[in-house]
């Protein structure tokens, strides 16, 4: 089966084509994008387009604790590239010891999300979402303020970093969440073993036992794609030109009764604990907890049995991935 039959038979790709393998570098908007073959570049707003000069100093401010008001807390804290952008937490603890409610998602492939944060259905701007943890209070993740603009400003490689981004503008809030946003619409990664399948028509790490997880994975018996479909088995992802209407479920993992979107399931086998609120230590559990057809008053999930064997498969499948 060519990778293009494996794309079409388990039916996952939502307006994206794959034409062959290889990786392809094109110009968009002035910004030189390295994109796996087929991929187009992600959706920008017109208001921060995207430059090097952007990246570049939000990929130095990404690891920047200074950032945080007490100077302990970088976004690399909470998502750390050791970590698949993740921090190993159940539920992420901001700079000034207070517990979030929720766990750190990874930040792989987020350009192409169509809403952000694991619950809000209105929040569709990167640029509005890093304003969450920079300057939220409730809780405090890094308490990015006056103070800080003050100390980043007066740093002379900083300086040149911005100066190059945003010529004379004066470093503030804005500018440096258009640079972070900038970079971490780059964050774009596809080279899993199940990618590998998919766009290299690379089978090498995906053997038999995996291609039977994934045939589990999108079967009507398990349901599994009917939520985690499309580029990161996650839903609707966005296009450029194009609206696109986010999706909410009630899985009721710790019976919340609140809807969460489906995250993304790429290296979900290395982001552990998992769910909204990291409630699930091992996708051992999460496949026990979808056996068990979710928690109370779950929506569109019911119980399945799975053999051993099967098990082995669908957790192999969710490795490659
Ligand atoms: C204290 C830990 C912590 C810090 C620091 C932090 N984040 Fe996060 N991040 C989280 C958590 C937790 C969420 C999920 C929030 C939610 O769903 O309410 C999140 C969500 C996100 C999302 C949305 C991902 C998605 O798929 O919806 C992005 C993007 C993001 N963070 C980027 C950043 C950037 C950039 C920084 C630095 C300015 C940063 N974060 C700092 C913990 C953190
Ligand atoms: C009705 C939609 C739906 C179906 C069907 C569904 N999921 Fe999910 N999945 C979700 C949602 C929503 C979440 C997040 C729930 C939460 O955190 O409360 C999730 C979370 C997950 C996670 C955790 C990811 C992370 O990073 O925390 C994994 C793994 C997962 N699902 C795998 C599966 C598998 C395997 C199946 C099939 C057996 C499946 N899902 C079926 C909607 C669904």
């Known amino acids: 089966m060519g990778a293009r039959s494996v ?36 959706p920008v707003p017109p208001d921060n387009p995207m430059s090097e000069e952007k990246v570049a100093l939000g990929r130095r401010l990404f690891a920047d604790v200074r950032l945080s008001f007490n100077r302990t807390t970088s976004c690399a804290t909470c998502h750390d590239p050791a970590r698949e952008l993740t921090d190993g937490l159940p539920r992420a603890i901001g700079a000034s010891g207070e517990p979030h409610a ?16 694991w619950i809000d259905q209105g929040l569709d701007r990167l640029e509005d979402q890093l304003r969450l943890p920079l300057t939220g209070t409730s809780p405090v993740e890094m308490g990015f303020g006056p103070g800080q603009v003050d100390v980043l400003a007066a740093d002379p490689e900083i300086a040149v970093l911005h100066r190059a981004a945003f010529g004379d503008a004066p470093l503030d809030e804005t500018t440096v969440v258009q640079a972070l946003a900038s970079y971490v619409r780059t964050l774009i990664r596809m080279d899993s073993a199940f990618d590998r399948r998919l766009y290299w028509d690379d089978p090498s790490d995906f053997d038999a036992t995996a291609a039977s997880g994934m045939a589990l994975f999108f079967s009507e018996r398990l349901g599994c794609g009917h939520c985690h479909a499309g580029l990161h088995l ?20 710790s ?30 559990e999460v496949v026990a907890f979808y056996e068990r057809g979710g928690g109370r008053d779950a929506e569109r999930l019911r119980p399945f ?17």
């Not at 766990?103 to 944060?117: F, I, Q, R």
């Open 305 to 321: 049995a799975l053999s051993p064997a099967e098990r082995a498969a669908l957790l192999a499948f969710l490795a490659s991935l």
């Open 255 to 284: 019976d919340s009764s609140e809807s969460f979107r489906a995250p993304s399931l790429r290296f979900v086998g290395r982001t552990a604990p998992y769910m909204h609120d990291g409630s699930l230590a091992t996708l051992a």
């Open 102 to 117: 929720r766990n750190t998602p990874s930040l792989w492939n987020v350009a192409y999300n169509v809403t952000y944060t």
């Open 234 to 253: 996650s839903g609707p992802t966005a296009e450029p030109g194009r609206a696109v209407m986010p999706v909410f479920h009630r899985t009721a993992v």
């Open 7 to 42: 794309v079409l038979a388990a039916g996952i790709l939502v307006g994206m084509l794959v034409l062959g393998g290889g990786v392809r570098s094109g110009r968009a908007d002035g910004y030189r994008w390295t994109l796996p073959e087929g991929l187009g570049p992600p």
